[in-house]
């Protein structure tokens, strides 16, 4: 079983920032990538960054340049900096990772966290 824990949303006025955390635990092996995603109200889930076991990035192009995610691969452990954070990016944020990589698969089994609600407003 394999669990994902995320914490640091909160409420923050715009123009504020925030840091969230997610640790792995559990029978969790060769993890490919770990990132973060985002749901509002109303709307479907969607990327917001992504980073590889290389340390390769990708972000959503409307938090590119104002959200920085990093990695501690010997924790299992990713981080997503909000910076500059806009009343429209309130929404649940959810911590993934894609894992089980073997030498046919990128990855073989996706898990999510529970989700840590971040309010951008004054």
């Known amino acids: 079983q394999v669990q994902l824990v995320e914490s640091g949303g909160g409420l923050v006025q715009p123009g504020g920032s925030l840091r969230l955390s997610c640790a792995a635990s559990?029978?969790?092996?060769?993890?490919?990538?770990m990132g973060w995603y985002r749901q509002a109200p109303g709307k479907q889930r969607e990327l917001v960054g992504i980073?590889?076991?290389?340390?390769?990035?990708n972000y959503a192009g409307i938090v590119k340049g104002r959200f920085t995610i990093s990695r501690d691969n010997a924790k299992n452990t990713v981080y997503l900096q909000m910076n500059s954070l806009k009343p429209e990016d309130t929404a649940v944020y959810y911590c993934?990772?894609?894992?089980?990589?073997?030498?046919?698969?990128?990855?073989?089994?996706?898990?999510w966290g529970q989700g840590t609600q971040v309010t951008v407003s004054s």
């Open positions: 993934n990772t894609k894992w089980g990589s073997t030498s046919y698969h990128p990855y073989r089994y996706d898990s």
């Open positions: 980073i590889t076991s290389d340390g390769t990035t």
């Open positions: 559990g029978s969790i092996f060769n993890i490919y990538a």
